[in-house]
């Protein structure tokens, strides 16, 4: 297994608590977003987007990190990152694409560096753009947490994938300055994921292309 990506890409991030949860061995290739090496010719022959992540296993290979969770669950099933039962998958899979669809697509780097340099907008208000739609995303999520079906994590006492895509999220806010304050469930979650091991092992800063 391969899976290259950046140390602070929040969906590499994902990835990687993903294969330290199931315990799979994986090399890790670091790409340079800054630097640009992502868009290098030999990159963009395996993964025409020139996006990290980028995941192989044997013959396989794929890019998009929620198509990666999902083959993960499915060919390597323990321990299950997904609940047993139909309604369960769905809560996880609602709350994961609270992140992976709503907010991260508006807020990832290209999105701030194109309305900074294309747009013209200034760093407050960049800024300004980052926190509106962390928070809309947020307090979304937080009611749902509300609803009597989390526990530990936010689906039950599980880590499932709405912890994976909740953490990397949560840890670009923080870095962000995002207020945080009406999220107290969200918090917690997170607090308790960021004790678990294959949290830790994950950590953008434990990365060896952290800098």
Same mark, same amino acid.
């Given at each position: 297994? &391969?899976?290259?990506?950046?140390?602070?890409? +929040?969906? @590499?991030?994902?990835v990687?608590?993903a294969?330290? *949860?199931?315990?799979?061995d994986?090399?890790h290739i670091p790409? +340079?977003?800054?630097a640009?090496?992502?868009?290098?010719a @030999?990159?963009? &022959?395996?993964?025409?987007?020139?996006?990290?992540p980028?995941?192989?296993?044997?013959?396989?290979?794929? +890019?998009? +990190?929620?198509?990666?969770?999902?083959?993960?669950?499915?060919?390597?099933?323990?321990?299950?990152?997904?609940?047993?039962?139909?309604?369960?998958?769905?809560?996880?899979?609602?709350?994961?694409?609270?992140?992976?669809?709503?907010?991260?697509?508006?807020?990832?780097?290209?999105?701030?560096?194109?309305?900074?340099?294309?747009?013209?907008?200034?760093?407050?208000?960049?800024?300004?753009?980052?926190h509106h739609?962390?928070?809309?995303?947020?307090?979304?999520? %937080?009611i749902?947490?509300?609803?009597?079906?989390?526990?530990d994590?936010?689906?039950?006492?599980?880590?499932?994938f709405?912890?994976?895509?909740? *953490?990397?999220?949560?840890?670009?806010?923080?870095?962000?300055?995002?207020?945080?304050?009406?999220?107290p469930?969200?918090?917690?979650?997170?607090d308790?994921?960021?004790?678990? %091991?294959?949290?830790?092992?994950?950590?953008?800063?434990n990365?060896?292309?952290?800098?």
């Open positions: 297994m &391969e899976l290259y990506g950046y140390f602070r890409s +929040s969906t @590499a991030y994902r990687r608590i294969l330290n *949860v199931k315990g799979l994986c090399t790409l +340079s977003i800054l640009g090496e992502h868009k290098a @030999a990159y963009l &022959e395996k993964n025409p987007q020139g996006f990290v980028y995941f192989t296993d044997g013959d396989v290979a794929m +890019s998009q +990190s929620m198509a990666m969770l999902e083959y993960l669950e499915e060919e390597y099933p323990r321990p299950a990152l997904l609940p047993e039962d139909a309604v369960g998958r769905a809560r996880v899979r609602q709350l994961s694409g609270i992140i992976a669809c709503d907010i991260h697509p508006v807020d990832n780097l290209r999105v701030l560096k194109y309305i900074t340099a294309e747009l013209g907008v200034s760093d407050a208000q960049k800024t300004a753009w980052y739609w962390i928070l809309e995303g947020f307090k979304a999520f %937080e749902l947490l509300q609803d009597g079906k989390s526990g994590f936010c689906h039950g006492d599980q880590v499932t709405a912890d994976l895509c909740l *953490v990397p999220q949560v840890y670009n806010a923080r870095r962000f300055n995002c207020p945080m304050g009406e999220f469930n969200i918090t917690r979650i997170v308790k994921c960021n004790k678990q %091991e294959a949290f830790i092992q994950a950590l953008p800063e990365q060896e292309d952290a800098t």
